[in-house]
């Protein structure tokens, strides 16, 4: 019978290492690239392979946790529901608030895509909570990278090295991450305000003495305070406002994309500049989240006219969504990074099985 955590049914642990090894040596054998898959809850992220299915799924299980700790490592195919009901049930949390993108989202795949809620600029991204990871390479290698304490690192962090790599070095056979106690108390506050200002009271409110886990801006602009009550209350007089339509149903919406914004037609782009930056010249509409860090931009503008203008300011800019199959999705490296990911595929992954141009054609 299945066990349940936070009402949320939880599969028997099973360990499929072995399968996936003698999968990895008979793709190598063949020379069959791989698409590795977990839930295929983010298959739009990144630009379409062809190449042969490697279900991650049913390779499950929570291995090890130690609430005292604040560590947890789980098998990559473990759902990322059954692994957040496991830590509710004893007051915590995945600290980096990950999206889903899908009911069936697997942990591996969320550290494979290294994305981070609205939670991230006030805790920590994903790769900041990586302890460690067990993986296959491209020579059906099993390596362990990192540990299960934070201060483990001795040299290049290969662990993090993962997180957001689309799974072009390896197969994530487990991930150990830190963890967060759950805050106590949460409210979300709205403000009506002047576009013009949005950015200078977000860095304003950001840089201060507030509780602030989530700041984003769309029709208003929505503050999220954490923490003790008293604390919480405390901001919430200071700062006024009204309590925001929604409350953490806003959050959700937000870190899922379901919010009407994300349901436009335009291709949707996905801009990390520093918080204060000001893009001007591109058409479309915008939505800030993380203070001003990450934005959110619907546009039909040419990629080189949106790559310009994250560059410009010293950020990046991804393709997150679009129509066009064949569109360039992560920002153009320069030819000292490319040659970085170049090395580092034909170290980790030689004959190029795993996901080869998930990221960048050639690699």
């Known amino acids: 019978m299945n066990e349940t955590a936070g009402g949320i049914a939880v599969l028997p642990s099973a360990d499929r290492e072995s399968e996936l090894r003698d999968a990895v040596r008979d793709a190598l054998a063949r020379r069959q690239p791989l698409r590795i898959v977990g839930a295929d809850s983010k298959h739009f992220l990144g630009r379409s392979i062809d190449a042969e299915a490697l279900h991650v799924a049913a390779h499950r299980g929570v291995l090890a946790y130690e609430p005292s700790e604040l560590v947890v490592t789980a098998r990559s195919g473990t759902p990322l529901a059954e692994l957040e009901a496991v830590l509710a049930q004893e007051g915590q949390m995945l600290g980096f608030e990950p999206p889903y993108f899908g009911p069936g989202a697997t942990i591996g795949g969320t550290v494979a895509c290294g994305l ?27 390596l362990r990278f990192g540990g299960t304490v934070m201060k483990n690192v001795a040299g290049f962090d290969v662990s993090r090295l993962m997180v957001g790599a689309c799974g072009t070095l390896g197969v994530l056979l487990e ?12 409210l979300s506050l709205s403000f009506e305000m002047n576009p013009s200002s949005v950015l200078d009271a977000m860095q304003a409110w950001a840089s201060g003495p507030w509780p602030i886990t989530a700041l984003a801006y769309d029709d208003r602009l929505r503050v999220r ?58 058409p479309g509409e915008w939505l800030y989240d993380w203070g001003g860090a990450q934005r959110w931009l619907r546009t039909s503008a040419p990629a080189a006219e949106v790559f310009a203008a994250a560059s410009s300011c010293g950020g990046h800019a991804t393709l997150f969504r679009t129509a066009t199959a064949s569109a360039v999705r992560f920002h153009p490296l320069e030819p000292l990074l490319m040659d970085l990911h170049r090395s580092l595929k034909a170290a980790f992954d030689p004959d190029g099985l795993f996901n080869p141009g998930r990221m960048y054609e050639g690699l």
């Open 225 to 282: 305070l954490s923490g003790n009550e008293a604390a919480v209350q405390a901001a919430r007089r200071r700062l006024g406002g009204e309590p925001a339509d929604g409350g953490a149903d806003y959050w959700r919406a937000l870190r899922e994309q379901d919010l009407p914004f994300f349901a436009g037609a335009a291709d949707l782009w996905r801009l990390s500049v520093p918080p204060a930056s000001r893009l001007a010249g591109l």
């Open 116 to 142: 981070s809620g609205p939670r991230r600029p006030f805790a920590g991204s994903a790769r900041d909570f990586m302890l460690g990871v067990k993986l296959l390479n491209g020579r059906a290698e099993a």
């Open 175 to 186: 991930v150990s991450l830190k963890v967060l106690p759950r805050p106590r108390c949460e």
